[in-house]
C-alpha cells in the first residue's frame, strides 16, 4: 500500500495522480491520468448503483437515482479527494499548481476517479469496495440527513407565495477573493424589498445563506 491508498503498484499510483499539466513539463513522463479517470468513473458509477440499491432495498427508484447522482457529483467526489489529501499528492504543472489546482474541484474529482480506476487494476473490484463504502456510506447518511431538512429557499419561496409575493429573486452584489477561492454575496428581494442577505464559496451557498438571513428576520427559521 502506497500513501494510505490500497494501490501496491508504485507507477500505477503516480499515473493516477498525474496531470497533464505535469506531463506537459516533464518530458521523462509518459502518461497522464485521463484514462485511469474514464475507468474509474465507469467503476464509481456501478459501485455507488449496487451499493445504494442493496443498502436501501426499500428506496423508490427516483430517490435511488438522487442519491446516486448526488454521491458522484464533481463536488462530492472532489470533497472525498479532500478527505485522503489527494489535493497535495496531485503532481501538476507549476502553473496549475500556482493558480490553485489542488483545490480546484474539477481536478479534484478528477484525481479521485483516476486513484479508483488505479485500485480496480491493481486489486480488482473487491478492493474497490473495501475502498469505497465507509466514505460512501458516510457521505449518504449525511445527504439523506441533509435532504430530509427543509431546503430554506424553498421555505421562503412557499411563505412568499402563500402572502401574494411572487418567487423571491436572488442578486449577485459582490465577488472578490482570487480565483480558486473567490467569495460571493447575494441579496434576496421578495417584491422590491431586501430581504435577507449572505455569503459563501459559489453563488448557490450564497443565496441558501440569503434565504436562511431571510427565513431568520421573519422569524421563520424555527
Not at 169 to 183: M, N
Amino acid at each position: 500500500m502506497v500513501h494510505n491508498l490500497p494501490i501496491k503498484d508504485e507507477y500505477l499510483l503516480k499515473r493516477a495522480l498525474t496531470h497533464r499539466s505535469y506531463l506537459n513539463e516533464h518530458s521523462e513522463v509518459i502518461e497522464d491520468n485521463e484514462r485511469l479517470e474514464f475507468l474509474g468513473d465507469s467503476v464509481l458509477d456501478f459501485f455507488v448503483a449496487d451499493w445504494i440499491y442493496h443498502h436501501f432495498p426499500e428506496m423508490a427508484e427516483g430517490d435511488l437515482t438522487k442519491l446516486r447522482s448526488a454521491l458522484v457529483k464533481t463536488e462530492q467526489l472532489a470533497e472525498f479527494a479532500r478527505q485522503l489529501g489527494l489535493g497535495a499528492m496531485m503532481r501538476l504543472g507549476k502553473g496549475e499548481s500556482e493558480s490553485g489546482g489542488r483545490d480546484r474541484a474539477n481536478l479534484l474529482c478528477a484525481t479521485f476517479e483516476a486513484v479508483v480506476g488505479a485500485i480496480y487494476l491493481d486489486g480488482g473490484i473487491e478492493a474497490v469496495q473495501a475502498f469505497l463504502k465507509p466514505i460512501v456510506h458516510k457521505a449518504a447518511e449525511e445527504i439523506i440527513a441533509q435532504s430530509k431538512e427543509r431546503e430554506p429557499k424553498s421555505v421562503l419561496q412557499e411563505w412568499a407565495q402563500s402572502n401574494g409575493y411572487g418567487p423571491p429573486s436572488y442578486r449577485t452584489i459582490s465577488v472578490r477573493g482570487p480565483e480558486h477561492a473567490k467569495t460571493f454575496e447575494v441579496e434576496v428581494y421578495i417584491g422590491n424589498r431586501c430581504f435577507g442577505r449572505g455569503e459563501g464559496p459559489n453563488k448557490r451557498m450564497a443565496s441558501k445563506n440569503a434565504a436562511k438571513t431571510a427565513l431568520k428576520s421573519l422569524g421563520l427559521d424555527k
